[in-house]
């Protein structure tokens, strides 16, 4: 699936070879998980979303992009709010398709991508009409192709299926005693623990009314040799690199789920280094890898994987610097890297997904990805990266150091009462790193509407976190004087602010030598600012005797 950043590589490619000359680049770029269609008015955007979404979904998953002409030339969408073109694709497909559909800016332009992963099901137009992507062309579903296109998606819930010869004698009373004990630890007054063994299977719905065992039991408690049997695929391979990211150390664990979680955390920790930061009195151990964080994208890509294919293993690979772990089977039901943190939860896997919720191993609500980004900004730590195609999952985790005076702030002010929403922990942080930011990127990097970043930012103008820059269109925000210094870094406030403005009087006197004058209009695009702020500008630049005000331009002497 497309991100931001592959989006810029991709138009990067699409200038280089229309500046070459390739005819028809665009359609050259164009394949069957990438569309491409240029901008005429909002319902043609419409109908071009709704058709692709259907034939994405029913295919492998891909991406529209709209506001590209034919010969290369970006043109942007205008008037298109894709806000109101996700519900448009709801509304007009059944069943309905939850597509994600966010604008990305260019240099002159506004274009939108309209992002479908593949998912379980067969859609369909609401006239009826039904398609499949087939190189870079859309193809009707005939009756006779049913089964090609069933053979590309995720079944029903496969971890709900009973499992023709498996037993109760196959599930492992070992793991069984070991599930009652991670009950007991995470919750000792849930009334599961009065329940006999196969009342507590059957309350926790992986063993059915006629007491047979739901595949989500011979997960979580199977014996090594109903495994083998009945899931060979049910693997996980746990690899260490050492510092020339060569591999030292490779475990192969084909065991129940819990099992395998333990042993997995047990590599892990063997080799997790440490740093001891001071504070007061108090000494802390602070981690390469975070168990929180680890733990919860472990289970993550346990539960999520697609076990209905035969092939492929969760692979979790440890290097010094980083924590990769790969699971098989794209994100479901519209979650993207784009909406991930906000979107509802979809379940490949409900029955076993229900089991470990009432486990207390796994967040409800899909709450679990919040909780590692969470945890890691609080420390100053950088975000995990996921990379997604339609066969697999995998999410980087990254060793960075603690940060230990942006920590130290969040804590202080949180003791006093001021508890930081996610969007607000993601903005603080990008401001540490890009000291300005927009209320456009505010909400793209927290996956939330302007709307909601705009109200999230003016709470934190008034709690004294964030001030304005700029007015209009070129408003962006920065931290205050006084976050600057809770965060140790007094001089960095006054040399940002005051090394822009000399940035922007030095440009603007440049550009009007090289130009033999300039406008008002185009002091502002100059400098992102508004009519007011560039006209006080050109005004201090007279008044300095850097440039001369002559019929509506301004030239240097």
């Known amino acids: 699936m497309l991100t931001p950043t592959t989006l810029d590589a991709l138009l990067d490619r699409l200038s280089q070879m229309t500046r070459r000359g390739v005819g028809e680049a665009v359609d050259a770029l164009q394949n069957d998980q990438l569309a491409i269609v240029p901008w005429v008015d909002v319902p043609s955007a419409v109908e071009a979303a709704t058709v692709h979404a259907v034939a994405f979904a029913n295919s492998k998953g891909g991406d529209l992009v709209l506001g590209i002409h034919g010969s290369g030339r970006v043109t942007g969408c205008p008037g298109l709010d894709e806000e109101r073109l996700a519900q448009e694709v709801f509304a007009r497909t059944r069943p309905g398709i939850v597509a994600d559909c966010w604008r990305h800016e260019t240099s002159n332009a506004t274009l939108v991508v309209v992002s479908v992963p593949a998912d379980a099901g067969t859609y369909a137009i609401a006239d009826g009409r039904r398609l499949r992507r087939v190189g870079r062309a859309n193809l009707p579903i005939t009756p006779d192709q049913d089964a090609l296109v069933a053979a590309t998606r995720a079944g029903d819930d496969f971890t709900d299926r009973p499992l023709a010869g498996l037993q109760l004698a196959d599930l492992d009373p070992l793991q069984l005693t070991y599930l009652r004990e991670i009950l007991r630890r995470n919750n000792d007054q849930s009334e599961l623990l009065e329940l006999d063994d196969l009342g507590l299977l059957q309350a926790l719905g992986i063993v059915d009314d006629n007491r047979a065992p739901r595949t989500a039991a011979l997960l979580l408690l199977g014996s090594r040799k109903a495994l083998r049997e009945h899931l060979p695929q049910a693997e996980v391979v746990y690899i260490h690199l050492d510092e020339r990211d060569e591999p030292d150390v490779q475990e192969q664990l084909h065991l129940p789920l819990l099992h395998a979680l333990s042993r997995l955390q047990d590599f892990i920790e063997a080799r997790n280094r440490f740093a001891t930061l001071k504070q007061g009195l108090f000494h802390f151990k602070v981690k390469d890898f975070d168990d929180d964080v680890y733990r919860e994208a472990l289970v993550n890509a346990l539960v999520h994987r697609d076990y209905a294919r035969r092939d ?218 508004d009519r007011a702020e560039a006209g006080r500008l050109l005004k201090s630049l007279v008044d300095e005797g850097l440039l001369l005000h002559e019929g509506g331009r301004y030239r240097t002497r």
């Open 312 to 529: 492929g293993a969760v692979h979790v690979v440890h290097s010094p610097d980083r924590l990769e772990i790969a699971n098989p089977g794209g994100f479901v039901g519209g979650v993207s890297v784009n909406n991930i943190l906000y979107h509802p939860p979809r379940h490949r896997n409900r029955r076993l997904t229900e089991a470990l919720q009432q486990l207390g191993l796994m967040e409800r609500a899909g709450a679990g990805v919040n909780r590692i980004y969470r945890f890691l900004l609080r420390k100053g730590k950088p975000v995990p990266e996921y990379e997604v195609t339609p066969e697999s999952v995998r999410l980087t985790i990254y060793a960075g150091s603690l940060n230990e005076s942006f920590a130290r702030f969040v804590a202080e002010e949180e003791s006093r009462g001021r508890l930081f929403s996610l969007d607000m922990l993601i903005v603080l942080s990008s401001l540490t790193r890009a000291r300005t930011l927009t209320s456009q990127e505010a909400a793209r990097y927290a996956q939330r509407p302007e709307r909601s970043m705009l109200n999230v930012l003016n709470k934190m103008i008034a709690w004294g976190y964030v001030e304005r820059v700029g007015a209009g269109r070129a408003t962006a925000y920065r931290l205050t004087g006084r976050v600057y210094e809770q965060l140790g870094d007094k001089i960095a406030y006054f040399r940002d602010r005051g090394l822009s403005e000399r940035r922007r009087r030095a440009l603007v006197v440049e550009v009007a030598e090289e130009l033999g004058g300039l406008t008002n209009e185009e002091c502002q695009e100059l400098c992102s600012i």
